[in-house]
């Protein structure tokens, strides 16, 4: 998405974000589409919901963000075919995705002023109509970009399109696009609280991020 078009959506804001004036609290309210941009980059791993019938379906799937298609940018994935979602996805049909970034329980210990325990959030709301890509080479050339984009070592490992491993499994997926409809970005970062303790905040929210979790796994691993 260029700078016009950024600035078409800021000007579209009340048009296409849904805001409840009690809440979130307007100070928890993320208003820049660049960091909505960015959290979705950094934390593709996305909740997606539809509902049909009244029943919920929930799949958690990495999606791609890609500025050029719709007039607010679409996300790209791609489901199981065996997934009861999967039919949910197509024919503009509405869903709602939940990217998560980081999180941490912040304790009263760490500010400089009297608090009360909280928690601390990066959340991203998207609302979009779905469509489904029939395409195998789409597919396929989405899943390649896809693994282009999470792939970050020096010799990062190239997913090869005409590979047979990969031709054989787009016989078991269904590609999808998400055009967005509206957003909401639900920053809680104690922007409440003084400057200080607003950076306190910030570096227990790092610290806990880069918690160690080797414990963690060894324990449900084992189980």
Known sequence: MGKN????????????WRINMHYPPKHHQATDFTAIIETIKQFPLATLISVKNNEVFTTHIPLMYEASLGEYGALIGHIDKFNPQAELLQENQLVQVIFHGPNSYISP???SSTQLPTWNYVKV????????IVNP?????SIAHMTS??????TPYVLEPKSPKI???VDYIIGFRLEITAWEGKFKLSQDKLLKDRE????ALIKESRKDITAFMDSILDN
């Not at 984009?149 to 020096?154: A, G, K, Y």
């Not at 306190?200 to 570096?203: I, P, Q, V």
């Open 109 to 111: 210990k760490i500010f």
């Open 5 to 16: 078009a950024i600035q078409t959506f800021r000007s579209s804001l009340n048009t296409v």
């Open 167 to 169: 031709q054989a499994l």
């Open 137 to 141: 080479e789409e597919i396929i050339d």
């Open 200 to 203: 306190l905040a910030k570096e």
């Open 149 to 154: 984009f999470l792939e970050t070592s020096e």
């Open 125 to 132: 709301h998207i609302s979009a109509r779905a469509t489904q």
